[in-house]
């Protein structure tokens, strides 16, 4: 399965965005899917996870209640909701598909080229 991520971009602080995850091929919806994020100088980490059908969901602690990920079967693609950013959501995003729901990068199989988010004024 191929990913690539959009819908970045610069957002002011206290802004919303919503990033999207489309996916090709048909077995997309038998993979749960993760966003992890890579801030300047410092490692990738877990932002969201959910699974095959959508009916589970994990969330980071720092995005807890502002981050909210869903995905649509049909059309091959998963979504994260973000709002009430902070500067330090600021960082490249990226898509990964996966067996499990898991916050552990090495356990998702494959990868979105990332997309940025900028929160500044």
């Known amino acids: 399965v191929q990913l690539q991520a959009s819908g970045g971009g610069l957002v002011q602080p206290g802004g919303s965005l919503r990033l999207s995850c489309a996916a090709s091929?048909?077995?997309?919806?038998?993979?749960?899917v993760g966003w992890f994020r890579q801030a300047p100088g410092k490692e990738r980490e877990f932002v969201a996870a959910i699974n095959w059908s959508g009916g589970s969901t994990d969330y980071a602690d720092s995005v807890k209640g502002r981050f909210t990920i869903s995905r649509d079967n049909a059309k091959n693609t998963v979504y994260v909701q973000m709002s009430s950013l902070k500067p330090e959501d600021t960082a490249v995003y990226y898509c990964a598909a996966g067996s499990a729901p898991t916050a552990v990068a090495g356990f998702y199989d494959h990868w979105g080229q990332g997309t940025l988010v900028t929160v500044s004024s």
């Open positions: 091929g048909r077995t997309f919806s038998s993979y749960a």
